[in-house]
């Protein structure tokens, strides 16, 4: 009876695929019985592919012709219901003269057309409409926009692509990308987002992958000290993901603040849990900035797009010195209530952009504020219902605490308490203005605070250093520590202004060997903000799989020696780049540190004693 019953269900089977499956028209006029018989095959090739769903709305006969008129590297056309194919392909599966390699490539390319077109007529019936997805639309790069209803016609989702013509419109997205999640079993690996909406569109279980996936996620840190700048990221270490604000400040493109946020990523072997939060040289900072961090060279660039916006990843200690002991901004960090699914999907829709985004940076509508809400909104499709955009990180901070998504609750009101957890990074001005309080008390000195001392001319500086006793030598070292810091900031700033554009590098004749390190500095900087051009000639796309991390890992190591070793042999001679004025405040601080150092270390021998 069972045998029976088995066999029924499989006649079953067979005779509802049979009912599902188009019927093709094929017009074979001038074909011989074998190119007949071969485009028959081709078809149902084709067919055995296709999800029950789209064979199904493929309710009409569709006409199929073989065409000798198309367009040099156009392999089909979809109108209505028919397909044209390329008559060259049929040919080359046919030609009695060539090898069997040729003919497969040549049968394996009339397969990828037939689906491609076919992946047309189905996104156009009212079954398919995956083109005009929302949620398709957001995995695939045609971003929500920031000010005003709508998407935006660019797609910069462009690096780490499969074909460049997907990129064409969101009609060709979908038939590139139905190709592919057809035919290649790594594309659940490398896009696995679009696959796992193709699977819930199509109602199927999905096919296994052909081969493992690369566990983790990989990510390139721009970390000018580490050896190693690749990380393969395990989302399950990943205990939450916070808002990470810059508090804005005084400075004309400070004043609003920065958007980022920050990973909580637990040390090997701690199972995810409040204890991960201490765990601070884990943690990881997903930025949006626009390369090279130098958007006040010119308001105008900056407001025409002419600099490009890419997702950094950062070490959260570089990003605590930066703002805090550099820029002398708050750093506040905010817990989102997300699910451990959608941590995992934030983090993986990070990766894609990690990858394959290259956008341009806009004051205005896509800045770091909206980058941030985007990747929260196409990330985590729950937050794509909410009202959360803003152009403004403080603003994206205060939709985000509107909309529940902020887990405040977690967050001690108290920040000095906020501090001792790792929910707040205070900027070290109020720290300075302490130590600069001991100093003047001692020194007598005619400085009204920890700003303007360090705004002083380093040789005035000098003085009070030569006076220090022990205790308020102390507070000025460190007080020294942080002026060379702000002088080495403002000789950069200059070099930037000086030297990047055409007409510096044209002024540094006579200093060629200092210039053209210069510019190969900033060349393998650049790869660290593109860490995709470090697969340029490897095969692959999406998700770089366990090959290309082998090569990608080889490349980067040996990018960040030739960077440790460029800044290094551009110590001094960039220098030589820089205006006297600047050049000798950096020298001057350099020499103070070394005094104030010195007269330290010896009156602390002195009050040590025998």
């Not at 700033?493 to 510096?504: A, P, V």
């Not at 800044?567 to 780049?577: P, R, T």
Request: proline share 6%; hydrophobic share 45%.
């Amino acid at each position: 009876m069972r045998r029976h019953l088995a066999a029924l269900a499989a006649l079953w089977l067979v005779l509802a695929t049979a009912q599902a499956a188009p019927v093709f028209e094929l017009d074979d006029a001038g074909l011989s019985p074998a190119q007949r018989d071969a485009t028959r095959q081709l078809l149902d090739q084709a067919v055995v592919r296709l999800p029950v769903a789209w064979r199904e709305a493929l309710d009409r006969p569709i006409a199929v012709r073989w065409r000798v008129d198309l367009p040099d590297g156009v392999h089909g056309r979809a109108t209505r219901w028919a397909i044209a194919l390329d008559r060259k392909l049929l040919d080359g599966i046919e030609a009695p003269g060539g090898s069997a390699d040729q003919r497969a490539s040549a049968a394996a390319a009339a397969l990828t057309a037939t689906l491609h077109e076919l992946a047309h007529l189905y996104d156009r019936t009212p079954r398919g409409r995956l083109s005009r997805d929302p949620r398709l639309l957001d995995l695939a790069g045609w971003q929500v926009a920031a000010l005003g209803p709508g998407r935006r016609g660019r797609n910069d989702l462009r690096d780490r692509s499969p074909d460049a013509y997907e990129l064409a419109s969101p009609r060709e997205f979908v038939a590139v990308n139905l190709e592919h999640y057809l035919l290649d079993p790594a594309y659940r690996c490398r896009r696995p987002a679009l696959a796992a909406h193709f699977d819930a569109h199509f109602g199927h279980p999905p096919p296994p992958p052909g081969g493992a996936c690369a566990e983790g996620l990989a990510f390139v840190q721009d970390d000018p000290g580490s050896a190693d700048p690749l990380s393969v990221i395990d989302p399950e270490r990943i205990y939450a993901v916070d808002y990470l604000l810059a508090e804005p400040n005084a400075q004309p493109m400070s004043r609003w603040g920065h958007s980022m946020l920050r990973l909580v990523v637990c040390a090997p072997g701690r199972t995810p849990g409040p204890e991960c939060r201490l765990d601070l040289q884990h943690h990881l900072v997903l930025s949006f900035r626009a390369f090279v961090d130098d958007v006040q060279i010119s308001s105008w660039r900056g407001l025409t797009g002419d600099y490009p916006s890419r997702l950094f990843v950062l070490p959260l200690g570089q990003v605590v010195d930066e703002y805090t002991k550099v820029e002398l901004r708050d750093l506040s960090s905010t817990p989102l209530a997300l699910s451990r699914s959608e941590i995992a999907a934030l983090v993986e829709r990070a990766a894609q952009l990690h990858w394959g985004y290259d956008g341009r940076y806009l004051f205005i509508s896509n800045n770091c504020a909206v980058e941030t809400f985007r990747l929260l909104h196409d990330g985590v499709p729950r937050l794509a219902g909410r009202a959360l955009a803003g152009i403004t990180p403080t603003g994206l901070l205060r939709r985000l605490r509107a909309n529940g998504v902020l887990d405040e609750a977690a967050t001690p009101e108290d920040r000095d308490l906020a501090a001792r957890q790792g929910y707040y990074f205070a900027a070290a001005d109020a720290h300075y203005d302490a130590l600069f309080a001991i100093a003047r008390a001692e020194l007598a000195l005619d400085v009204a605070d920890a700003q303007a001392w360090l705004a002083a001319a380093p040789t005035t500086r000098a003085e009070a250093l030569r006076r220090a006793g022990l205790r308020d030598g102390a507070a000025l070292l460190v007080l020294e520590s942080a002026a060379l810091r702000r002088e080495q900031a403002l000789a950069q700033d200059e070099l930037k202004r000086r030297w990047l554009g055409r007409s510096g590098l044209a002024a540094a004749s006579g200093r060629d060997d200092v210039a053209s390190a210069l510019q190969e500095y900033l060349r393998l900087g650049g790869a660290f903000s593109r860490p995709a051009a470090w697969l340029d000639g490897i095969e692959g796309y999406g998700l770089p799989q366990q090959a290309e991390r082998e090569a990608l890992r080889a490349r980067a190591v040996q990018d960040a020696t030739r960077r440790r070793a460029h800044a290094a042999a551009l110590e001094d001679g960039v220098m030589a780049l820089l205006s006297p004025q600047r050049r000798e405040r950096v020298a001057a601080t350099r020499a103070n540190i070394v005094l104030i150092g010195e007269r330290v270390r010896v009156l602390a021998g002195d009050h040590a004693g025998p």
